[in-house]
């Protein structure tokens, strides 16, 4: 088998303008005393409708424009939208209210001209959003385009984490991510569960990804599992208990079918046995 790192590119002609953009974000953002709304709304005119940028304000009002014009103006400020999260009962307004714009920003960058697939300066802005957001972020985070979060405050990231395209973190109940943790495409890692009685009873827990963990494409990872450290979570599988070290489950629900070969050798030798738990239930 091949082993493939990925290439170191050449620099881009625009490069310069691009770290220019992101440092001057980057000091408006971490600067006191500042309105986030502001900044991001600024940002994303310049980006959308330069035209508008230096008057936003007058524009937002200007009855000589069409109705939607207006409308897609406004919608640039943060305070005018509003996110799924606000609706939910648990919403922290102290916590969620100074990222709200931030997670806007980071929603909004992948869906214009500038973001779309553009890998390397998309994952440099929400490398810089990701701290201003997260409860705790490590070093070296790497998300791609179409990453989305509940309230993002409830994020615990290590350091080398890599979170690929389309993926829904739901840290409603809390996540934690360690260190070098790598979820594919189209993975779902969940906090909360509702009620298969009453939707509106839900249960929030926290999902733990240890060390090394790979969630891979399209699997989905439920409510208060514990992923433990080099696991792997195989492509669809769907995951509602737990994952011993070093093992890969795959399936629906996802059940153990190997034990990884880097494996220390005592766990080697416990490859795919079953646990207490499947024991007595017949799992």
Not at 16 to 33: I, N
Not at 129 to 150: D, M, T, W, Y
Not at 192 to 198: F, G, L, N, Y
Not at 241 to 258: C, E, F, L, M, Q
Request: with cysteine; glycine share 6%.
């Amino acid at each position: 088998m091949a082993y493939l790192p990925l290439r170191t590119l050449p620099s881009r002609p625009g490069t310069s303008v691009f770290d220019a953009w992101l440092e001057q974000l980057a000091h408006e953002l971490t600067a006191t005393d500042i309105d986030r709304n502001v900044i991001c709304r600024r940002a994303l005119c310049e980006i959308c409708y330069p035209e508008y940028a230096a008057n936003w304000e007058t524009a937002v009002e200007d009855p000589a424009l069409p109705l939607g014009t207006r409308a897609a103006l406004l919608a640039l400020d943060p305070r005018n939208i509003t996110l799924e999260p606000e609706y939910y009962a648990e919403c922290d307004d102290a916590k969620f209210q100074p990222i709200k714009p931030l997670l806007w920003l980071w929603y909004s960058f992948d869906r214009t001209p500038l973001g779309g697939q553009n890998v390397e300066l998309g994952v440099k802005l929400r490398r810089l959003l990701a701290p201003l957001i997260f409860k705790r972020c490590g070093e070296n985070f790497k998300a791609f385009q179409h990453v989305e979060f509940s309230f993002g405050y409830n994020m615990e990231v290590g350091d080398d984490v890599v979170v690929h395209r389309h993926v829904l973190l739901d840290d409603r109940g809390g996540i934690v991510l360690g260190n070098k943790v790598s979820i594919s495409d189209y993975a779902n890692i969940y906090s909360h569960t509702h009620s298969i009685v009453e939707q509106r009873d839900v249960t929030n827990a926290v999902t733990r990804i240890d060390d090394g963990v790979r969630i891979t494409y399209h699997a989905t990872v439920l409510a208060g599992v514990h992923v433990n450290c080099n696991a792997m979570v195989g492509a669809m599988a769907v995951a509602t208990k737990d994952v011993r070290p070093y093992h890969v489950n795959v399936g629906i629900p996802a059940k153990s079918v190997r034990v990884k070969p880097n494996a220390p050798p005592e766990l080697q030798a416990n490859e795919c046995l079953p646990t207490a738990r499947e024991r007595s239930t017949g799992a």
